[in-house]
């Protein structure tokens, strides 16, 4: 029983256990603990105490018991602190011996073109301007990706120097994006005056109001992550989108 962030956020299923809430995040920290408190005590008294006092004439709990069972035969061989090292080992740790390596090869030559980089890109950064954003249609069908387009100047600044990306994913009740998943997107064609063009494509997996966003920030083969320079340009706020099951589709918002 826990709110969803960590490992919980994977683990979480029907038959493992509960969950406080649905991975809500507020800006207000004393509004985030009064909700979870909430939600808490309602899984509590609707769930979980009924569960534990479900019992028949032999007295032990078997709703409980089916999920105790579950939940150590499902999560035991998945989480663990095994699992943590080797992960932490393949994805950080050898990532950053590896970089480590590369940087210092020839008397850190690579580091040092790295820093001017960084320098190069925060000077002109203020240079990348979005001419146009839209996308391609007027719906979106499931099982048929939506295709998305941009025109982007670079000024100083090569495609090879940025990372342009589609995020998108379901709205929540106020239209901000949760659940949020990446498309990358790539540059097509020769430039035209300065401007180069971007298509991506974003997949069409259920039906439902989503919302998307393109946004731009820097990219370095040497970077261990684009968001190293605290750099990115949004292309306005998100679009809203209607995607149905069906065959007609009709666009539910703009810009």
């Avoid at 408190?37 to 105490?49: F, I």
Wanted: with cysteine.
């Amino acid at each position: 029983l826990s709110i969803l962030d960590g490992w919980w956020c994977e683990g979480c299923q029907s038959d493992t256990g509960w969950a406080i809430g649905a991975g809500e995040d507020y800006d207000d920290p004393d509004y985030q603990d009064e909700v979870e408190s909430k939600g808490l005590y309602d899984v509590l008294e609707n769930d979980v105490v009924p569960l534990f006092y479900d019992r028949n004439g032999d007295n032990p709990p078997r709703g409980w018991l089916a999920m105790m069972k579950s939940s150590m035969k499902k999560l035991g061989p998945v989480f663990s602190t095994n699992r943590m090292v080797q992960e932490y080992t393949e994805k950080f740790y050898m990532n950053a011996h590896d970089g480590w390596k590369r940087l210092s090869e020839d008397s850190f030559a690579r580091t040092r073109a790295l820093v001017q980089w960084r320098q190069f890109i925060r000077s002109h950064w203020h240079e990348v301007q979005v001419k146009e954003a839209r996308i391609e249609g007027s719906g979106a069908e499931v099982g048929v990706a939506l295709k998305v387009e941009a025109r982007l100047h670079l000024g100083a600044l090569k495609p090879n120097d940025v990372a342009v990306q589609i995020y998108s994913g379901p709205l929540d009740p106020d239209r901000n994006i949760y659940d949020g998943t990446i498309e990358s997107m790539k540059c097509v064609g020769d430039p035209h005056e300065g401007v180069y063009s971007y298509e991506g494509y974003i997949p069409c997996d259920e039906s439902g109001l989503f919302g998307y966003a393109i946004r731009v920030m820097p990219h370095h083969d040497d970077m261990d992550r684009n968001f190293g320079l605290e750099l990115m340009r949004w292309i306005g706020d998100s679009v809203e989108q209607s995607i149905t099951e069906k065959t007609h589709t009709e666009k539910a918002g703009a810009y």
